[in-house]
């Protein structure tokens, strides 16, 4: 089974702070996503990445960049992090080595701004 | 451009009922289609997904939907609720060329379904 692992499942922070979200898979998937998640709005693309070092901004990529070192490992990064930034955030990731494969998804991290 | 609606936030069934989530998308060009579930405190299941062939899609925990091209929908149907389905559902698309080369996906705004005793 594809294990997305999110390191932390709550983390709470200060306003103005830098904030990093990591997420690591470990079955050798080109393309990492990250969304985040508010009630009523569904699931958002901030930012995903089909290759190591190559990242394309989503639907919601301001106050957000983004880091892609190794292939297994995509990470979210906070600049200067503000209370419309609380939320649930997901990753997920996918093969393109096989056409219609789904996306699988980490456990969230919830980010509580204050 | 994709996009995706969910017919009502909230559904409630009584345990035993009928299931149906109602799914319509916009896609100018073939779409893949899938359903997503989120129990609480987890990431995103997938439950089923229509790429080609069969339009009737069976799916993991008992759930099918039918793709329904003329209708524009993706309905998510269960023929009889359990408790455990309390969760909440997200169906989502993407255009087949634009899945295949980067795997973008448009969800909907989910709806949460609740089953009575």
């Known amino acids: 089974d594809v294990k997305v692992t999110q390191s932390s499942r709550y983390l709470v922070k200060r306003t103005g702070e830098k904030v990093f979200l990591e997420c690591v898979q470990d079955?050798?998937?080109?393309?990492m996503f990250w969304y985040r998640q508010d009630p009523g709005l569904g699931l958002r693309l901030i930012y995903f990445s089909y290759d190591v070092k190559m990242k394309e901004k989503g639907d919601i990529p301001e106050g957000y960049s983004v880091s892609r070192e190794k292939k297994e490992r995509f990470s979210l990064i906070l600049e200067s992090a503000s209370t419309n930034q609380t939320s649930m955030y997901l990753c997920a990731s996918r093969s393109t080595g096989i056409r219609d494969q789904p996306q699988h998804f980490g456990d969230g991290t919830r980010l509580s701004i204050l | 451009a994709q996009s995706v609606t969910q017919l009502g936030s909230h559904v409630s069934v009584s345990e035993g009922a009928l299931v149906l989530l109602r799914c319509n998308y916009s896609s100018s060009v073939p779409p893949y289609l899938f359903w997503y579930v989120q129990y609480p405190n987890q990431g995103l299941q997938l439950l089923l997904k229509?790429?080609?062939?069969?339009?009737l899609v069976k799916g993991i925990n008992g759930f099918e939907a039918e793709f329904k091209k003329s209708e524009t929908s993706f309905h998510l149907t269960k023929p009889s609720a359990h408790m455990s389905d309390a969760a909440e559902y997200f169906c989502?698309?993407?255009?087949?060329?634009?899945?295949?080369?980067?795997?973008?996906?448009?969800f909907g705004q989910g709806t949460e379904l609740s089953v009575k005793p």
């Open positions: 229509y790429t080609t062939g069969a339009t």
């Open positions: 989502a698309v993407s255009a087949k060329t634009h899945y295949n080369q980067g795997g973008k996906l448009i």
């Open positions: 079955m050798d998937h080109e393309n």
